[in-house]
């Protein structure tokens, strides 16, 4: 992991080129150019068209806000500061990361939804370093407005049927959502519904996570209320 979010260690070191390596990006790089370069290609400028790090998955600690962070802030550093590759030394890239914003409708996994550097609300997820003016924004996801104070609730929308919303119960459960109150005989076990039972979970998982909007998904199964479940 560290190799790959640029956190430095002692490096790999290629035989074949007699070069070190202290990231992934780097190895990346110099695989295309030294590719390029057998057919004759090695003064074609190389440009990354897609390159990044989601902030928020499904399962695993991988694709988290300070992972992103820190691959997408030292990609835009190492970009900046225009120091190449052990092959392609003081070389300029041009770069694109994936991507601007969260895709909060797109299909799919979570982590699918969770690439960008701003959310669907234009607030930013993280400061990556690339904000105009040197804007501050938030290392770890921002409370929304208003704050953590009980006025807002994550809930099942109306039209999610059992089977979705026994996936995002169980889904809740398994990442550390203390599940415990909504067991048989447990004081929030009653209505015994799965309907029930999903919004104590996804509530949970939502405060969990710092009741940012992102954390309120659960596969487009579940909104945000002010209403007091």
């Known amino acids: 992991m560290d190799f790959a979010l640029f956190k430095g260690g002692p490096g790999l070191f290629d035989r074949h080129s007699g070069k070190t390596y202290t990231n992934a ?69 041009e770069a694109y990361i994936f991507g601007l914003f969260n895709e909060n409708q797109k299909p799919g996994p979570l982590a699918e939804k969770n690439w960008g550097l701003f959310r669907p609300d234009y607030s930013p997820v993280y400061n990556a370093g690339v904000l105009r003016d040197g804007q501050a924004a938030p290392v770890v996801p921002a409370q929304p407005t208003p704050g953590p104070s009980g006025k807002k609730f994550c809930v099942p929308k109306p039209g999610a049927n059992d089977g979705q919303l026994q996936a995002a119960l169980d889904y809740a459960c398994r990442q550390g959502t203390d599940c415990g109150p909504i067991q048989p005989g447990a ?18 998982y939502y405060r969990n996570h710092g009741q940012v909007d992102s954390a309120c998904d659960f596969s487009g199964t579940a909104q945000i209320t002010t209403v007091d479940p």
Not at 41 to 48: Q, T
Not at 63 to 79: P, R
Not at 187 to 204: E, I
């Open 25 to 93: 990006f780097d190895v990346l790089l110099d695989k295309t150019f030294s590719a390029m370069s057998a057919i004759g290609c090695g003064e074609v400028d190389i440009v990354i068209g897609e390159t990044g790090w989601p902030s928020m998955s499904d399962a695993g600690n991988v694709a988290t806000v300070e992972n992103a962070l820190s691959y997408n802030g030292n990609l835009v550093k190492e970009i900046l500061a225009g120091k190449g590759t052990p092959l392609m030394p003081n070389r300029k890239f």
């Open 187 to 204: 004081p929030c076990a009653q209505p015994a519904t799965v309907r029930s039972r999903a919004a104590f979970a996804m509530n949970s």
